[in-house]
C-alpha cells in the first residue's frame, strides 16, 4: 500500500511516518512545505519517504503530485491548528484548513478516484457540552465556537461531499487532545516543557506563565493516536467519523503537576489573562467505543511518560540553541 501523508513533517506526521516505517509492505510518500529536518530523518527506519515541498492551495502542484504518486492511500494532517490566537488569524485558518482541503479532495477524486483518504479533523468541533453529555460520541452535537474548530466542521463536510457525490472512501477522525515529543507552539503541554526546559539551562527567569489551569482534557499519546489512524485508514467504513480519545479527563493543573515533579526548576506560577480562551471549553471527555470497535486499540503510552518524554525533548531543544 502506497500513503501519501499531507502535513508529514508536522507533529502528528512524523510520529506517523516512523510507525508507517515499521510496517511491511507500507510505501510512504509526503507533502509538506518544506523537506523534513534531519534529526527526523535519522530516526527513520530505513529509507525516508519523498517528500513534496508544495503550498497546498497550488491546485495545479498538488494535482501534479498526487498524478505522479497515485496513492493508494492519502491520510490529509496538514492544518493550521490553531485554537489559541485563532481569532487573530481566521481568514488564514480557514484557507488553510478548508480550501485546502477541496483542492487535495479534488485532486485526488480526478488523479486515485479508488484511494482510501483519512481527513484529520478534531474533537474541538463538538465546542462546549453540558456535563450530562459526557462521554462525547460521534452523533453529539457539533458546536464550533472558536474560528478554527468552525473550519474544521467545514473541513468534515468538504470530505464528506466526495463520499457523497463521487462514492469516495472518505473516513473522518476526530481526535481528541494529543501530546508527545516533538510537539511545538503554544499548546498547553509543550509550552510548560519549554519554559521549564528554558528555566533550567538558565536562560529563562523562574516564573511559569499559564492560562486556565482548571479546565480538564482528554489526553492521549501521540504514539498512540497514529496508531488509530492507520486503523482507521485500513479499516473504518467511508462516510463515517471516529472518536480517538482515552475516554479520561485530566485537569491542566495535574498535568503541569507531572512536569514540576520530573523538572529541576521551581517556578512561581503567574496566570496571564492574554492566555484565557474567550470560548475555553471547561471539560472535554471523548467516547472512543466506535474505533476500538474496528480492532485492538487502546492506549498504550501513560501520561506521565508522554510527560516525560515531552520535557526531555524540550530540553534537547533549548541545548540546540545554547
Known sequence: ??????????????????????????????????????????????????????DMGDTGKVTEIISREKPDAVIHLAARAQVAGAWENAAGIMGTNVVCTQVLMQAVHEQAPGARVLLISSSEVYGKAAPEEFPLTETSPLRPNNPYSTSKVAQEFVGRQYYEAFGMHVVIARPFNHIGPRQVGNFVVPAFARQLAEMEAGIKEPVLRVGNLESSR?????????????????????????????????????????????????????????????????????????????????????????????????????????
Open 1 to 54: 500500500m502506497k500513503i501519501l501523508i499531507t502535513g508529514i513533517n508536522g507533529f502528528a506526521g512524523s510520529h506517523l511516518t516512523r510507525f508507517l516505517g515499521t510496517l511491511p509492505d507500507v510505501q510512504m510518500a509526503g507533502l509538506d512545505l518544506a523537506p523534513p529536518p534531519a534529526d527526523l530523518v535519522q530516526s527513520l527506519e530505513g529509507a525516508p519517504p519523498v517528500v513534496h515541498c508544495c
Open 218 to 322: 482528554d489526553f492521549t499519546d501521540v504514539r498512540d493516536i497514529v496508531r488509530a489512524y492507520y486503523l482507521l485508514l485500513t479499516a473504518g467504513a467511508a462516510g463515517e467519523s471516529y472518536n480517538v480519545a482515552s475516554g479520561k479527563a485530566f485537569k491542566i493543573s495535574e498535568m503541569l503537576d507531572i512536569l514540576l515533579e520530573y523538572s529541576q526548576a521551581k517556578p512561581a506560577i503567574e496566570p496571564i489573562p492574554e492566555l484565557m480562551r474567550p470560548s475555553d471549553t471547561p471539560v472535554v471527555i471523548g467516547d472512543s467505543s466506535k474505533l476500538r470497535a474496528l480492532g485492538a486499540w487502546e492506549p498504550q503510552v501513560p501520561i506521565a511518560q508522554s510527560l516525560r518524554d515531552t520535557l526531555d525533548f524540550w530540553r534537547a531543544e533549548v541545548q540546540k540553541k545554547l
